[in-house]
């Protein structure tokens, strides 16, 4: 009997991280001609995360710094899959955000390649 419960045990574990709730765990990317588009019929959430703060792209709705967005989480859009588009200055920065923001169970994320250096390189 003990070696039963001991299996069942064993069954039960090995199955638990299978019954969890599938979250994205994917950050995706966005070429900043992408962003250039979605600008003009804009229907997302622009994060800069860049410090020290940098001149924001247009249509941007908030800055957090990329070590504070857990502390902020009051700043960012309530429901869960509002599409979020988060850049910094080229890119580390909001990589590192973006991944935050999937842990918080943001399941939209984009982050921007290249960040703002690259967005700001578009012909006009």
């Known amino acids: 009997m003990k070696r039963y419960y001991i299996c069942l045990l064993g069954l039960i574990l090995v199955l638990a991280p299978a019954l969890q709730p599938v979250i994205a765990t994917e950050l995706k990317w966005l070429k900043p001609v992408e962003l250039k ?3 003009a019929h804009k229907d997302f959430f622009l994060l800069d995360v860049h410090i020290p703060e940098q001149t924001h792209i247009p249509g941007t709705d908030a800055f957090i ?3 504070k967005i857990r502390e902020n989480i009051d700043r960012l859009p309530a429901a869960k899959d509002t599409k979020i588009v988060v850049y910094c ?3 580390h920065m909001g990589r590192i955000a973006g991944f935050e923001l999937i842990k918080l169970g943001y399941t939209d ?3 921007l390649k290249g960040g703002s250096l690259a967005f700001n390189r578009l012909s006009p």
Do not use: I, N, W
Request: charged residues 25%.
């Open 37 to 39: 588009v979605m600008l």
């Open 65 to 67: 710094d990329f070590r």
């Open 89 to 91: 200055l080229g890119g």
């Open 109 to 111: 994320v984009f982050e």
